[in-house]
C-alpha cells in the first residue's frame, strides 16, 4: 500500500457523483423554473408546502434515529400549516406564527402528560418546535416573497432571484472546493468544505444577483443586489453548515435519497432556510419600505 501523501484536492469527488448532482440540479433547476414562471399559482403554492412538509418529515426521521421520542404527526401538522395559512392569506409572519407556536406548545405538554415515561420530555419537545420554526417557518418566507405585495413587482422574479442566487453559492461552493479546495473550513463539522469553496459560492452568488439585475424592480439598485448578494452568499454557506451539523449529530450522511446526487429535500433547501427569511426582511425593510 502507497505511503504517499494524498495530493488531490481535499474535496475532490469522482467523476459519476459530480455527473449525477449535475443531472439532478439541471433538472430540478428546470421543474422549479416551470413551477415559478409557468405553472398555475395554486401549483407553486402546493408545491412549496409539500417540501416543507417532506423537510420536517426527514427532520424528524434523522432525530427519530438517534431514539428521542417525538410528537411527529403534530409537529407535521402544525408546520404545514404555516404555509398554508400564508397562502390563506391568514399571515404568519405577523403574528399567527405566535398562536400556532403556543398551541404546538400547549398541545404537546398536553400529550406528554398522557405518557408514562416522562424521560426526554425537554429534548423531545424542543426538538418538535426547533424543526417547526427551521423547516416550516424559514421555509415559508418563498411564499411570502412570492405575494410580496408591491405595487409594480413581479414576484416570479422576486423568488427566482432568491433561488438562484442561493444555489449559485451553493454550486460555486461545491465546483471550486472540488477544484482546487484545500484549507478546510469546518472540519468538525464538514470535512469536504474549504475556505477555497466559501470564496468561490460568495463570488457565484455575487455574480449572479448582478446578472439578474435586468429582472429586478428598479428600487433595488446596485448597491442593494451588492448587499444581497453578499448576504444571501454567506447565508446559503452558513445554511449548508448548520444542515451539516445536524446530520452530523444524527449520524447520517444525506436527509433522504430523493433526488440522485444530491440527497434529500432538507439537503436540497437546507441553504434556502437561511436565505429565505433574510432575502424577505431586507426587501422589506431596506428597499420597499
Same mark, same amino acid.
Given at each position: 500500500?502507497?505511503?504517499? %501523501?494524498?495530493?488531490?484536492?481535499?474535496?475532490?469527488?469522482?467523476?459519476?457523483?459530480?455527473?449525477?448532482?449535475?443531472?439532478?440540479?439541471?433538472?430540478?433547476?428546470?421543474?422549479?423554473?416551470?413551477?415559478?414562471?409557468?405553472?398555475?399559482?395554486?401549483?407553486?403554492?402546493?408545491?412549496?408546502?409539500?417540501?416543507?412538509?417532506?423537510? /420536517?418529515?426527514?427532520?424528524?426521521?434523522?432525530?427519530?434515529?438517534?431514539?428521542?421520542?417525538? *410528537?411527529?404527526?403534530?409537529?407535521?401538522?402544525?408546520?404545514?400549516?404555516?404555509?398554508?395559512?400564508?397562502?390563506?392569506?391568514?399571515?404568519?409572519?405577523?403574528?399567527?406564527?405566535?398562536?400556532?407556536?403556543?398551541?404546538?406548545?400547549?398541545?404537546?405538554?398536553?400529550?406528554?402528560?398522557?405518557?408514562?415515561?416522562? &424521560?426526554?420530555?425537554?429534548?423531545?419537545?424542543?426538538?418538535?418546535?426547533?424543526?417547526?420554526? *427551521?423547516?416550516?417557518?424559514?421555509?415559508?418566507?418563498?411564499?411570502?416573497?412570492?405575494?410580496?405585495?408591491?405595487?409594480?413587482?413581479?414576484?416570479?422574479?422576486?423568488?427566482?432571484?432568491?433561488?438562484?442566487?442561493?444555489?449559485?453559492?451553493?454550486?460555486?461552493? *461545491?465546483?471550486?472546493?472540488?477544484?482546487?479546495?484545500?484549507? %478546510? @473550513?469546518?472540519?468538525?463539522?464538514?470535512?469536504?468544505?474549504?475556505? =477555497?469553496?466559501?470564496?468561490?459560492? /460568495?463570488?457565484?452568488?455575487?455574480?449572479?444577483?448582478?446578472?439578474? &439585475?435586468?429582472?429586478?424592480?428598479?428600487?433595488? &439598485?446596485?448597491?442593494?443586489?451588492?448587499?444581497?448578494?453578499?448576504?444571501?452568499?454567506?447565508?446559503?454557506? /452558513?445554511?449548508?453548515?448548520? =444542515?451539516? /451539523?445536524?446530520?452530523?449529530?444524527?449520524?447520517?450522511?444525506? &436527509?433522504?435519497?430523493?433526488?440522485?446526487?444530491?440527497?434529500?429535500?432538507?439537503?436540497?433547501?437546507?441553504?434556502? @432556510?437561511?436565505?429565505?427569511?433574510?432575502?424577505?426582511?431586507?426587501?422589506?425593510?431596506?428597499?420597499?419600505?
Amino acid at each position: 500500500m502507497s505511503t504517499q %501523501p494524498e495530493t488531490r484536492p481535499l474535496v475532490a469527488r469522482s467523476g459519476a457523483a459530480f455527473a449525477t448532482r449535475a443531472l439532478s440540479t439541471v433538472v430540478l433547476l428546470g421543474a422549479v423554473g416551470w413551477v415559478i414562471f409557468g405553472a398555475p399559482l395554486w401549483i407553486f403554492g402546493m408545491t412549496a408546502v409539500a417540501f416543507v412538509g417532506v423537510g /420536517l418529515h426527514e427532520f424528524f426521521s434523522m432525530v427519530e434515529r438517534q431514539g428521542v421520542f417525538l *410528537y411527529r404527526t403534530l409537529g407535521l401538522v402544525i408546520g404545514i400549516i404555516i404555509p398554508l395559512s400564508i397562502l390563506g392569506s391568514f399571515e404568519p409572519t405577523r403574528g399567527w406564527e405566535l398562536v400556532l407556536m403556543v398551541a404546538a406548545v400547549l398541545a404537546l405538554f398536553t400529550l406528554q402528560l398522557t405518557r408514562q415515561d416522562s &424521560s426526554q420530555t425537554i429534548v423531545g419537545i424542543g426538538t418538535v418546535l426547533f424543526g417547526i420554526f *427551521y423547516v416550516s417557518w424559514c421555509l415559508s418566507f418563498i411564499i411570502k416573497l412570492r405575494f410580496l405585495g408591491v405595487t409594480g413587482v413581479d414576484g416570479r422574479w422576486v423568488v427566482a432571484f432568491l433561488i438562484l442566487v442561493t444555489k449559485a453559492g451553493d454550486i460555486g461552493a *461545491y465546483l471550486v472546493g472540488s477544484l482546487i479546495g484545500r484549507h %478546510p @473550513l469546518i472540519i468538525q463539522v464538514s470535512p469536504s468544505k474549504t475556505w =477555497e469553496g466559501l470564496a468561490g459560492g /460568495l463570488v457565484c452568488s455575487l455574480a449572479t444577483a448582478f446578472a439578474l &439585475s435586468p429582472h429586478m424592480p428598479q428600487a433595488v &439598485s446596485r448597491w442593494h443586489l451588492l448587499a444581497l448578494g453578499v448576504i444571501l452568499g454567506i447565508a446559503a454557506q /452558513l445554511g449548508d453548515l448548520s =444542515e451539516s /451539523l445536524v446530520k452530523r449529530d444524527c449520524r447520517v450522511k444525506d &436527509s433522504g435519497q430523493l433526488f440522485p446526487g444530491i440527497g434529500g429535500v432538507l439537503d436540497l433547501i437546507d441553504s434556502l @432556510l437561511f436565505t429565505a427569511p433574510l432575502c424577505y426582511f431586507y426587501l422589506r425593510y431596506f428597499v420597499f419600505r
